[in-house]
DNA sequence: ACAAGACTAACAAACGTTCGGTTGGTGAAA
DNA sequence: TTTCACCAACCGAACGTTTGTTAGTCTTGT
């Protein structure tokens, strides 16, 4: 009726009802559980209808990969107007502390136990489809070289050592990926001896 | 025939032919394809005939899981009379090094890419089902349980700082997961920065 | 002859997908 | 302002295939 409802109370695509109900579907039965039918009925939806908004299951699934991995990255990937060493270790307090964005400076959103299982699962489907590994490969490389960009950044400030940016951006990755597969993994799993390890690592290895 | 034919050219149970085929299926067609046509196939049988061994896919896959997490210990733990700073090094060379087992003192054979890429699928199981969170969390138990005596033995010796067993155990524990799920989700990764600076770490956090 | 192991055949259920039909709203023609 | 055509969205029903599973039968070694 009136335009404003526009901007009112956007009941959002459908497209995207449904992409999050995959999401629900998924963390809930699993990737080999991941139906049509499962779907459609979680929208509220017969399954010929999902047929409207996808030409098949493979597109669904494709899109599907495409939104998660881009929530991903967004919670990943974040540029701050603070010193190297700052933006770091806040990275690191919000991906491995259990009270989250209290003592860091600042504020960053980590991805939720519901996102990080769903893309654990994700990656798990990298190791049999190649399409899946571009995709996987690409948001690591991103990562990576947003980590590493913050070290040389930290080396021209003076603050850290010269030591090799993409050498421990790799490393840095690489510990991110296996607390984010135990967090996915297992129940009441502490973080709290990894993060303690890894600003060992970065007092002494790292910082001038 | 001959009863020597037992020892001569093991055909091995059948039941292990089963866990063998599911083995490759898992590979090739990922979780979701793991039905029990497919396994037939693989080992040769009609699909009834796999009832004859298995009470039901349940039980198949739960054995099949036991199975493969128990070749995945026996890659990650082993026992040997070398110093524990001989041994650490040596059990992070041939996981992390491209050319495995040749610096290093003792011969440690690591697991393969391909039980590397099962291991994963597994593990992206127990996001959503909790008897393989149960046998994951057991595995990564006792896996740090024996970085942590290593390291114990390191202090003991003289040859470690005096640092927490449990949590640098922790820490190399999940450093080693992430370069797993690395190793078999993306083609082509270098380990080699990551090897370099867990050593980074080691000399200058760890050893005295 | 006996049991283990493999076979053929069939089952109901769930799978992805297609077809044809029914809505409800929107824009143009009258 | 009414009428009509159009179209996106959704639905019910059916399709052929694959799923896990069971029953009964044949084959084989001891």
């Known amino acids: 009726m ?41 929208v509220g939806l017969q399954k010929a209808s999902i047929y409207h908004h996808y030409s098949d299951k493979d597109d669904l699934l494709l899109s599907f990969v495409d939104h998660i991995l881009d929530r991903m990255e967004s919670d990943l990937i974040r540029t701050a107007d603070v010193s190297p060493k700052t933006q770091l270790e ?11 964005a209290s003592t860091s400076a600042v504020e960053i959103s980590p991805p939720s136990d519901d996102l990080l299982r769903v893309f ?16 996987i490969a690409a948001i690591d ?12 950044r930290g080396i021209d400030a003076g603050e850290f050592r010269n030591v090799d940016p993409n050498q421990v951006a790799t490393a840095l990755n690489t510990f991110i990926l296996g607390s984010f597969s135990q967090r996915a993994t297992r129940t009441q799993v502490s973080l709290e001896p990894v993060h303690k ?12």
Chains 1, 2 share one sequence.
């Open 90 to 100: 806040s990275i690191l307090d919000s991906l491995l502390l259990d009270e989250r």
């Open 2 to 42: 009136v335009s404003d409802d526009l901007f009112a109370d956007p009941p959002e695509d459908t497209q995207e009802e449904i992409l999050q109900a995959a999401f629900e579907v998924l963390q809930e039965q699993g990737y080999s559980g991941l139906s049509i039918q499962r779907i459609a009925n979680k």
């Open 120 to 135: 654990i699962q994700i990656r798990a489907q990298a190791t049999h489809n190649s399409d899946y590994q571009d995709r």
């Open 197 to 208: 390890s890894i600003y060992s690592y970065l007092e002494n290895s790292v910082y001038v």
């Open 141 to 152: 490389e991103r990562h990576e070289e947003h980590l590493a960009a913050i070290i040389q």
